[in-house]
Structure formats: C-alpha cells, structure tokens
C-alpha cells in the first residue's frame, strides 16, 4: 500500500478560492515533499518540510506538518486555472520503516479550478 | 525546467524487446533515482545511484536494471518487456540525501 494517502481524491473549486489537500502517512519521516504534475508530464517539486518544521510558506503555498497525526497539508490561495494539476505528496521513509532515499508517492489529489 | 533530462521522450516496441532509457541529473547532483508511473500501480521508487554506486532498490523488477556512470549520467535497461512495463519512466536527481529530488520530464514507454 502506498505510505501517502491524499485526500480528496479530486477537488473541483472556482478560479480565486482556496484549495486545501491532506496527505497521511503510516511511519516516521525525515521529510515530506508535495509535487505537481499536469496531465501526463513531469514532476514539478513544490516544498520540502523537514519533519521538525511544523509549516512552511512558499509564494501562494502553504504546508504544515504534524507529525503526531503522521499528516500534512497544502493549501493553495487564490487559486488559478494554470493550479490545475494532481498534487502529490512523498515522503523518504518505505512503509516498512527505516528510512530509504527513495520516495514513497500518495496517490494524488486532482485539482481542478474553474474559470 | 528542472535541469534533469532524459531522452527519449517517447519510446514504442514490441513484447520481449530491450530498451534503455538515458537520465543525465543536476549539475553537481550524486543522487539519481528511477520511478515508475503507472495508472495501476502509481508513482514507485525503483532504484537509486548515488556518485556510481547502487544506493537503495525499490519494486524493481528483475528484468530491470541500472547503473551510473563516470560522468554521474545514468541509464535504466528494460528487457524482456511485457504489456505491463508500458508506463512512464521517471529520473529524479538530488544533491545529496534526504535532500529535494528534482525529476525530469520522463519517458513514455509503450509496449505493443
């Protein structure tokens, strides 16, 4: 199973709301990091908070991180058409515990932004 | 741009065939990962380099293999393929551990 759950699956909000996605995860980390893709293309990377970093603030990005509930989330502000995309969140340890370089990807919330 | 390329962009051949994909990370980059992205499994951390050497394995098959090079390119070999390995191939890079991987644009490969 994967070691990052997102939640929703998909959100469908108007150009210039907030969008907000969760992501949980099973073990300890040392890091988690949210990407983006647009359908089909590479990864953009978007944050990376350490696990002894509670939030972090990146232009309309923000990311907080509790690590007692072994969740995450991004929120996006003022969101835009060009905000469509599916968001991941990944984080370095396996679902084993232990701790790898290798990334362990949710699923990924689509985001989808209306005009 | 992440600064990470790969070529080629897309790739089409036949079952049992062998293919590499080519990954060139970062300037200044050791760490080279390959993932794998497909509808039914996901994103999956296959393997990772780091300064030449094998680092860490994911959910590689056996079939698969990679290695990195001198100049700190990499390049993942695909043989015996099957209808299943169609999938995008992705390559990320990083300064170090724990540290923000950086991926490139992927290959598509697609298995007929």
């Excluded at chain 1, 089909?40 to 232009?59: A, P, Q, W, Y």
């Excluded at chain 2, 780091?50 to 695909?78: C, M, T, V, W």
């Excluded at chain 2, 990320?92 to 598509?108: I, K």
Aim: glycine share 10%.
């Amino acid at each position: 199973s994967q070691q990052g759950e997102e939640d929703p699956q998909a959100l469908s909000i108007q150009e210039g709301e907030n969008a907000t996605m969760n992501c949980s995860y099973k073990t300890s980390i040392n890091n988690l990091q949210w990407y983006r893709q647009n359908s089909g293309r590479g990864l953009v990377h978007l944050i990376l908070i350490r696990s002894n970093e509670r939030e972090k603030h990146s232009g309309r990005l923000r990311v907080t991180l509790d690590t007692s509930k072994k969740s995450s989330s991004l929120l996006i502000t003022a969101s835009r058409a060009a905000d469509t995309a599916s968001y991941f969140c990944a984080t370095d340890a396996t679902p084993s515990g232990g701790g790898a370089d290798g990334l362990t990807f949710g699923k990924g919330t689509h985001l989808i932004i209306q005009p | 741009d992440s600064g990470v390329t790969q070529t080629p962009k897309h790739l089409i051949t036949a079952t049992g065939q062998r293919v590499t994909l080519r990954c060139s990370p970062r300037s200044g980059d050791l760490s080279v990962y390959w993932y794998q992205q497909s509808l039914d499994q996901g994103l999956q951390f296959l393997i990772q380099y780091y300064n030449g050497e094998e680092r860490a394995k994911g959910n590689i098959l056996e079939r698969f293999s990679a290695q990195q090079f001198p100049d700190l390119h990499s390049e993942l070999n695909l043989s015996s393929l099957e209808l299943g390995d169609s999938a995008l191939y992705f390559c990320a890079s990083s300064e170090g551990r724990l540290e923000t991987q950086y991926f490139g644009p992927g290959t598509r490969l697609l298995v007929l």
